[in-house]
């Protein structure tokens, strides 16, 4: 969540950006024609100084991305799998914009990944956090090294989580694509990942919940994470329109869970089946508008009964599948990686699109900012604290709000990368937000590592600390758009990407 500066001579900055064609993956398609020449030199100059960050950012010796670096020289060494998977797609992102020679690139991510090929794992996955200094598990950032904790206990010292990892395996799958050279290093890392191990497999019911388990649980859905020699986390990705779906696109592509974990995860909260099911009357709209539609799984032939639900802007006719907690990156980052606007026109693609325009009117019309993109990221101060930031609608009426859960994120910071994420669906848009945060609060961003993650957009409060997390959301939504959807691309050509493509062609949702 951070967002950098611009400006250089025009003319350098053109012919810089007329050359980022050249070199595509194969079948990528031609840059955006619909942005203009001086948009993408504006962009690229912002990749240039975005991509400065990573000097400083990536341990010297252990060739780990750190998760963070400020305020001032405070320098966060620790990481985690989502960092090093995002830092992949930042070193492609700077090799496919000719920041970086391919060599270059070879040699980044080759050491990075003889690097995690020495991390302790379990099932294939990384665990929680590692220290970047001596690549050993830690329970937490500026915690003890579990070396000390022998005895299994549920803390990160034994937790691997199945959205992180799911990042992880997004990197490695675009590395296999854009460096194919390196396949051999990915394959040993990527084919051990049993994903698995996230995935619910316990007696399915007719209701949404199977009330013979203990807590009446959901089951086909999957785990948030997964305790080493202790079994899965006691709790579900239960929104399927959130970032752990990543993990469920190559859990699925890997043919390590099966179809009904899209099916059995939820859109919307779904109304009660059965009188043992949990009422969800509590999220942001009740009651939900929607229909139940059956669809026949294209693997196992079975048949799914799916609540298809959506919510409206009040006193509006858009329609829109809401996020949890309302943050940017629940809902547009994994589309960085996966094709969904254009794999699925009539489901998770025009959702994409619609977070964009409710995100964009809420902001602009009810909270009154003038600048917009509300997603989790470094407070608007230099604690170098961090926060859970969305667009729940807690400024509208009680029943009226815009994401499942409306107490569960703040509506105070604006995050960079937000505007970012927004590129691929409202590129326009999203370019003129990004302008006008720099033109704003000029203190957001410099040349040497473009946007800093944070700002209050009443205060002009800027939190001066950047996250190679946001920083490399940045990256890859830049080469998105200015290098004809590249890191799509590539996951597009992997083998694991049919399940992806599949369920997403497949879905019709109730939003139009």
């Not at 785990?223 to 079994?231: M, R």
């Not at 059965?274 to 669809?295: E, I, L, R």
């Amino acid at each position: 969540m951070r967002i950098r500066r611009l400006r250089r001579t025009l003319p350098v900055a053109i012919l810089a950006a007329a050359a980022l064609v050249v070199g595509q993956p194969a079948g990528a398609e031609p840059a955006d024609s619909t942005l203009t020449a001086q948009q993408r030199a504006d962009l690229y100059s912002i990749a240039k100084d975005t991509w400065a960050f990573y000097a400083d950012d990536v341990d010297p010796t252990t060739h780990l991305p750190l998760d963070n670096l400020g305020p001032g020289s405070t320098r966060g060494t620790y990481t985690s799998a989502a960092n090093i998977g995002v830092y992949l797609w930042a070193v492609i992102a700077a090799k496919d914009l000719r920041l970086i020679s391919r060599g270059r690139a070879d040699s980044l991510i080759a050491d990075t990944l003889n690097a995690v090929a020495k991390l302790k794992r379990s099932h294939g996955m990384l665990y929680q956090w590692y220290d970047t200094t001596t690549g050993h598990v830690i329970r937490n950032p500026g915690d003890i090294d579990c070396t000390t904790e022998t005895t299994p206990t549920q803390d990160n010292c034994f937790f691997l989580s199945a959205v992180d990892n799911g990042w992880y395996a997004s990197g490695l799958i675009a590395t296999r694509q854009a460096l194919p050279e390196l396949t051999g290093l990915v394959d040993k890392l990527l084919t051990p990942m049993d994903f698995s191990i996230y995935y619910d497999d316990r007696a399915q019911t007719a209701c949404n919940t199977n009330p013979d388990i203990e807590g009446n649980q959901p089951t086909g859905q999957q785990y948030g994470g997964y305790y080493v020699d202790q079994g899965p986390a006691g709790y579900h990705n239960g929104a399927l329109y959130s970032d752990p779906r990543i993990s469920m696109y190559i859990g699925m592509g890997m043919h390590q869970m099966p179809g009904d974990v899209w099916w059995r995860t939820w859109r919307t909260l779904p109304p009660q089946q059965c009188a043992t099911d949990p009422d969800f009357s509590w999220q942001g709209q009740w009651p939900v508008p929607g229909y139940w539609q059956t669809y026949r799984d294209p693997q196992s032939g079975k048949h799914f009964r799916v609540w298809e639900g959506h919510y409206t802007y009040p006193g509006t006719s858009l329609t829109f599948l809401p996020t949890f907690a309302g943050g940017m990156f629940e809902a547009l980052m994994a589309g960085e990686v996966v094709p969904e606007t254009t794999w699925g026109p009539r489901g998770l693609g025009l959702a994409n699109l619609r977070t964009a325009q409710v995100q964009i009117k809420y902001a602009t019309d009810t909270l009154h900012y003038p600048v917009w993109g509300l997603s989790p990221s470094s407070t608007a101060d230099d604690t170098g604290g961090y926060g859970g930031f969305g667009v729940e609608g807690q400024a509208l009426p009680t029943g009226q709000g815009l994401a499942q859960c409306t107490t569960c994120a703040t509506e105070t910071t604006v995050t960079p990368h937000a505007s970012f994420l927004a590129l691929g669906v409202l590129p326009h848009e999203a370019y003129a937000n990004i302008q006008r945060l720099r033109t704003l609060y000029p203190d957001v961003y410099d040349t040497n590592g473009g946007f800093y993650d944070a700002v209050n957009p009443t205060t002009g409060a800027v939190g001066h600390r950047r996250l190679v997390l946001d920083q490399s959301m940045i990256m890859a939504a830049l080469d998105n758009a200015l290098n004809g959807n590249a890191l799509q691309r590539y996951f597009a050509q992997d083998r694991l990407s049919w399940a992806a493509h599949t369920y997403l062609a497949m879905e019709t949702m109730s939003f139009r």
